[in-house]
T-cell receptor, first 113, second 112 residues
Framework: DGGITQSPKYLFRKEGQNVTLSCEQN?????MYWYRQDPGQGLRLIYY???????QKGDIAEGYSVSREKKESFPLTVTSAQKNPTAFYLC????????????FGSGTRLTVV | AQTVTQSQPEMSVQEAETVTLSCTYD???????LFWYKQPPSRQMILVIR??????QNATENRFSVNFQKAAKSFSLKISDSQLGDAAMYFC?????????FGKGTSLLVTP
């Protein structure tokens, strides 16, 4: 079955540590997205990529980095510069334009310990 | 960036009754797409309904329908015959052309 796989489901980060969240899709979608979800804040866009080897900052990109070396993969690195990384992270993908909506992964819960 | 506003942080409905969730948005575009997503306790985002702005007719998907008022930039979701499984967070979203912009969500409680 086609879909988006996010891993791990739960992730714990120590202070000053970089961690990478995985997002893989087999839907042959062109565009991929990372959103952060905090209680009462809805979903906020971190980064997005519409084609391989190209990506753009979203509204809250500071402290995060991404790469898009393959169409299927869009990993997100939460760097030590992100001062408040504890949140729920959602990856999504869509055909170009997104006019039929996005498909979402099941999310990664990141906690700083 | 376009803004999406959901003015009801929480709503409650009795089983089998009807509830309407509100959403307004701000845009200068004339052609765009609007969506409602459901997020149950599993936190999986599920597409509920989609509306194309250039279509006058309101979208309907089974018990879910929208009231799309383009001039007022309003996009409310009506859930008829509410079921316990409808309890979830509901997010309104606007397609800006490069990404979905989401409202802050409405938490829907369904009581027996």
């Amino acid at each position: 079955d086609g879909g988006i796989t996010q891993s791990p489901k739960y992730l714990f980060r120590k202070e000053g540590q970089n961690v990478t969240l995985s997002c893989e899709q087999n839907l042959n979608h062109d565009a991929m997205y990372w959103y952060r979800q905090d209680p009462g804040q809805g979903l906020r866009l971190i980064y997005y990529s519409q084609i391989v080897n190209d990506f753009q900052k979203g509204d809250i990109a500071e402290g995060y980095s991404v790469s898009r070396e393959k169409k299927e993969s869009f990993p997100l690195t939460v760097t030590s510069a992100q001062k408040n990384p504890t949140a729920f992270y959602l990856c999504a993908s869509t055909m170009e334009g997104g006019t039929y909506g996005y498909t979402f992964g099941s999310g990664t819960r990141l906690t700083v310990v | 960036a376009q803004t999406v506003t959901q003015s009801q942080p929480e709503m409650s409905v009795q089983e089998a009754e009807t509830v309407t969730l509100s959403c307004t948005y701000d845009t200068s575009e004339s052609d765009y797409y609007l969506f409602w997503y459901k997020q149950p306790p599993s936190r999986q985002m599920i597409l509920v309904i989609r509306q194309e702005a250039y279509k006058q007719q309101n979208a309907t998907e089974n018990r879910f329908s929208v009231n799309f008022q383009k001039a007022a930039k309003s996009f409310s979701l009506k859930i008829s015959d509410s079921q316990l499984g409808d309890a979830a967070m509901y997010f309104c979203a606007y397609n800006s052309g490069y990404a979905l912009n989401f409202g802050k969500g409405t938490s829907l409680l369904v009581t027996p």
